[in-house]
């Protein structure tokens, strides 16, 4: 289906394709089309037999028609992409850089619960990346001892990793979130999950799994572009659900000073500090 963030105007026989937040160039012309109507319907109502089309594979190609999974994710971003009021990046290269970035990754669910997630299950079952911009790991576990058991997981840069914790089929904690660099331990991480602080507490507003949806997708916007978005309140940090409320915690250090994984190595999170986002309320 056509990516949510082009739109299709005729002109004459040309179709010009543009991105919807920046109506005065076009970023794609099909010329010279014999029925340029016909073009845009055949473009719109697009489905999977119609990919060994020339003009559809080239479309294919550039991102400008894709997968309705694809599709509603790049919708839901848009909507967040409306909504930001002040941003040092235009919406237009907001966009452009999400969706090339979005349509780059993989993403891989780790399931050690008994809850299905069909949200998270649709994420997993986009289509690999091979040489992906990104690859992303969601992993639902019980119990800390979960956690080191996932030390056969080669990580490594351009990777993410966002833990939920639940207990049997409820959602208890959403988060942390950690974008992978060499300071970065399962076994710290497991450690240190229980050292936190609160900083504040609100009531639920929407489903537990609204609040998951929402929160990871923030965090996706801010991985690729760098933080420069500040969207997500669970970057190193975690929701914890008590029965009515979210409370909000301090960072959860992805690796401890005293790690063997620290030595050798000057460079590290302990020594150059870092930068988290406000909470969002």
């Not at 990516?3 to 991105?19: E, V």
């Not at 319907?41 to 028609?65: A, C, F, T, W």
């Not at 975690?238 to 009515?244: A, L, Q």
């Amino acid at each position: 289906m056509l990516n949510p963030i082009y739109q299709l105007h005729i002109d004459g026989q040309n179709i010009h394709i543009y991105n919807k937040y920046n109506l005065d160039d076009s970023l794609f012309i099909l010329r010279n089309s014999n029925n340029p109507i016909k073009m845009r319907e055949l473009i719109l109502s697009i489905n999977k037999n119609m990919e060994d089309h020339p003009i559809i594979n080239r479309l294919y190609q550039k991102g400008v028609i894709i997968d309705h999974n694809h599709a509603q994710l790049i919708k839901r971003m848009c909507h967040i992409i409306d909504e930001l009021e002040k941003n040092p990046i235009s919406k237009f290269h907001l966009s452009t850089i999400l969706v090339e970035k979005l349509l780059a990754s993989s993403f891989f669910l780790i399931n050690l619960t008994k809850k299905s997630n069909a949200f998270l299950e649709m994420l997993a079952n986009l289509p690999k990346r091979t040489n992906g911009a990104f690859q992303h790991y969601i992993v639902l576990y019980q119990n800390k001892e979960e956690l080191r058991n996932l030390q056969q997981l080669s990580l490594s840069r351009n990777q993410t990793i966002f833990l939920c914790k639940y207990k049997g089929e409820k959602l208890e904690e959403l988060g942390p979130v950690y974008q992978i660099n060499h300071s970065f331990c399962l076994d710290c991480i497991a450690d240190n999950m229980e050292k936190y602080r609160f900083i504040c507490q609100t009531t639920i507003s929407k489903h537990q799994e609204e609040i998951l949806q929402s929160e990871y997708l923030y965090s996706l916007i801010d991985c690729y572009l760098h933080n420069k978005t500040w969207l997500s309140s669970i970057h190193e940090r975690k929701i914890i659900f008590n029965e009515e409320l979210c409370n909000y915690t301090t960072p959860i250090h992805p690796i401890s000073p005293s790690c063997i994984c620290l030595k050798g190595n000057e460079s590290n999170d302990f020594k150059r500090g870092n930068v988290y986002a406000p909470i969002r309320i």
